[in-house]
């Protein structure tokens, strides 16, 4: 089993700034992708950032410049640093894991955190 926990969202005012964290539980795991999805209300979810094999990163357009992908691969730990902060930005964040465990590949997501970006 693959745990996945996220942590960090709250209120912020525009322009300000949060750092969520992801952390990917368990045994025997080799994670591959780590990665931020955001799905606000009535929008379907969509890709955040992304990281590969803990090197190779993936922005969308949207955030490009203002949010930035750290991963600690001892700890299995995702940051997602988020700053200059947009009222669109608001919505619920969720983290993936995906990788291998034990031979078998695992695609694991946590409950999500919410940011509200709001003055």
């Known amino acids: 089993q693959v745990q996945v926990e996220e942590s960090g969202g709250g209120l912020v005012q525009p322009g300000g700034s949060l750092r969520l964290s992801c952390a990917a539980s368990?045994?025997?795991?080799?994670?591959?992708?780590m990665a931020w999805y955001r799905q606000a209300p009535g929008n379907q979810r969509e890709l955040v950032a992304l990281?590969?094999?803990?090197?190779?990163?993936k922005y969308a357009d949207s955030v490009k410049g203002r949010f930035t992908l750290s991963f600690d691969n001892a700890k299995k730990i995702l940051y997602l640093e988020m700053n200059n902060l947009k009222p669109e930005d608001t919505a619920d964040y969720y983290c993936?894991?995906?990788?291998?465990?034990?031979?078998?590949?695992?695609?694991?997501w946590g409950q999500g955190t919410q940011v509200t970006v709001s003055s």
């Open positions: 993936n894991a995906a990788g291998q465990r034990l031979g078998r590949r695992f695609d694991s």
């Open positions: 368990g045994t025997y795991i080799i994670i591959t992708t």
């Open positions: 990281i590969t094999d803990g090197v190779t990163t």
